[in-house]
T-cell receptor
Framework: GEDVEQSLFLSVREGDSSVINCTYT??????LYWYKQEPGAGLQLLTY?????DMKQDQRLTVLLNKKDKHLSLRIADTQTGDSAIYFC????????????FGRGTSLIVHP | EPEVTQTPSHQVTQMGQEVILRCVPI?????FYWYRQILGQKVEFLVS????????KSEIFDDQFSVERPDGSNFTLKIRSTKLEDSAMYFC?????????????????FGEGSRLTVL
């Protein structure tokens, strides 16, 4: 079955880059997502990447996908205190259930 | 901006009691979901619902759980006889479509969650 793993915590200094990592097991994963959960709020889609892509960039966000190693990363450039949140990796696949499988979330703590 | 709303935000109950968690999905969405997250663990899929019936459920969603859409706007999750291990944050989500066809990204729109504490 599908499984998604990510580390629990990441602490960075404001202005530095943050890299949040995720590994997944389903080789048929077609869509990979990063969701962000701010305090007191629900999970909100931040960005996504299709499995036929290696990289996607969106302003300060860069998503890298290594299909061979089943490794997904989210890089946040110039991290701000407002980026402090929990970041969830998720995957889904076509040809079966489209319902996303989530990890446990990585708490990003940004300190001045 | 339309959003998914959930009530209550926090419920404390005694073991063995019935609990109903309520959700109002985004109005033009067709698919509805419940996930839960036990503290420190993964966000786990429970059930999906479409066209007034369950379309998929996980192993967690046993006979103690049920869902319904009683009035065309609310989507509820009922736990008949709560156990200590049901303590978790329960997230409702909705989506306009299923999967990623027709330009849809497969995004789920989540509510803020209902924290259930079973004593």
């Amino acid at each position: 079955g599908e499984d998604v793993e990510q580390s629990l915590f990441l602490s960075v200094r404001e202005g530095d880059s943050s890299v949040i990592n995720c590994t997944y097991t389903d080789s048929s994963s077609t869509y990979l997502y990063w969701y962000k959960q701010e305090p007191g709020a629900g999970l909100q889609l931040l960005t996504y990447i299709f499995s036929n892509m290696d990289m996607k960039q969106d302003q300060r966000l860069t998503v890298l996908l290594n299909k061979k190693d089943k490794h997904l990363s989210l890089r946040i450039a110039d991290t701000q205190t407002g980026d402090s949140a929990i970041y969830f990796c998720a995957e889904s696949r076509t040809g079966g259930s489209y319902i996303p499988t989530f990890g446990r979330g990585t708490s990003l703590i940004v300190h001045p | 901006e339309p959003e998914v709303t959930q009530t209550p935000s926090h419920q404390v109950t005694q073991m063995g009691q019935e609990v109903i968690l309520r959700c109002v999905p985004i109005s033009n969405h067709l698919y509805f979901y419940w996930y839960r997250q036990i503290l420190g663990q993964k966000v786990e899929f429970l059930v999906s619902f479409y066209n007034n019936e369950i379309s998929e459920k996980s192993e967690i969603f046993d006979d103690q759980f049920s869902v319904e859409r009683p009035d065309g706007s609310n989507f509820t999750l009922k736990i008949r006889s709560t156990k200590l291990e049901d303590s978790a944050m329960y997230f409702c989500a909705s989506s306009p479509l299923l999967g990623v066809s027709g330009g849809n990204t497969g995004e789920l729109f989540f509510g803020e969650g209902s924290r259930l504490t079973v004593l």
